[in-house]
């Protein structure tokens, strides 16, 4: 059970560039998110899916698409990287959304867009 | 106002010293708690929930008062490994996909 695992675990970018960071998970949870975290800002939410194939923004969506074509898959995609993109950026996943329900983290990834 | 509300720190304490951290939050309908450890460089990992009465594990005690709310976080008998940044985390409504919000973290290093 390797639980939520991301790759790459580190990219650097030319600004205009285009990546896509995949997330897998291997607990059946349905709900999975995609966080950036930058330097006193703290965890931001960029996009989260509440199950195959549904998609939903979060709090810092611009710049971003996502697609959840599998249950256990989301990958998030940058189409023209800007050096303002550059972070950690952490996927996570959850259960379901009751009380105790907390989320599970991978391991991130650290993308520097130069 | 931000939602969840952390004092940054950092916390320099020394081995074997107690140190609490305090976090409020602004949405009055939260429902639930969570206090998270993350490691330099790394993941975000759940070290413990927070219930209403308080709870313990170990050397952590977690309480929750609701009327000001706020949540607190007590640590007993500093080790050097309890070195990391701590994350107040808040359930605002079930039922909700997004709705945990984190605290921006306090960060607190344990001195031999």
């Known amino acids: 059970n390797a639980g939520v695992t991301q790759t790459p675990k580190f990219r650097v970018l030319k600004t205009g560039q285009s990546m896509t960071l995949l997330c897998a998970q291997d607990m059946n949870h349905e709900y999975m998110y995609w966080y950036r975290q930058d330097p006193g800002m703290g965890l931001r939410l960029i996009h989260y899916?509440?199950?195959?194939?549904?998609?939903a923004k979060g709090e810092v969506p611009d710049g971003y698409n996502v697609s959840r074509l599998k249950k256990q898959n989301f990958l998030l995609g940058l189409e023209s990287a800007a050096p303002s993109q550059t972070s950690v950026y952490f996927c996570?996943?959850?259960f379901g959304t009751g009380y105790t329900d907390t989320q599970y983290f991978g391991p991130g990834t650290r993308l520097t867009v130069l | 106002r931000k939602e969840v509300e952390q004092d940054p720190g950092p916390f320099n304490v020394p081995e074997g010293a107690t140190v609490a951290f305090n976090c409020t939050y602004s949405n009055s309908a939260s429902q639930s708690f969570f206090w998270y450890r993350q490691d330099c460089r790394k993941e975000p990992k759940l070290l413990m929930s927070?219930?209403?009465s308080g709870n313990e594990d170990g050397r952590f005690t977690a309480q929750l008062n609701r009327a000001s709310q706020y949540i607190s976080l007590l640590i007993r008998d500093s080790k050097l490994s309890d070195s990391a940044t701590y994350l107040c985390v808040v359930n605002p409504l079930a039922g909700s996909a997004r709705q945990l919000t984190f605290g921006s973290g306090t960060q607190l290093t344990v001195l031999p």
């Open positions: 927070v219930y209403s």
């Open positions: 996570a996943s959850r």
């Open positions: 899916s509440v199950g195959e194939g549904t998609t």
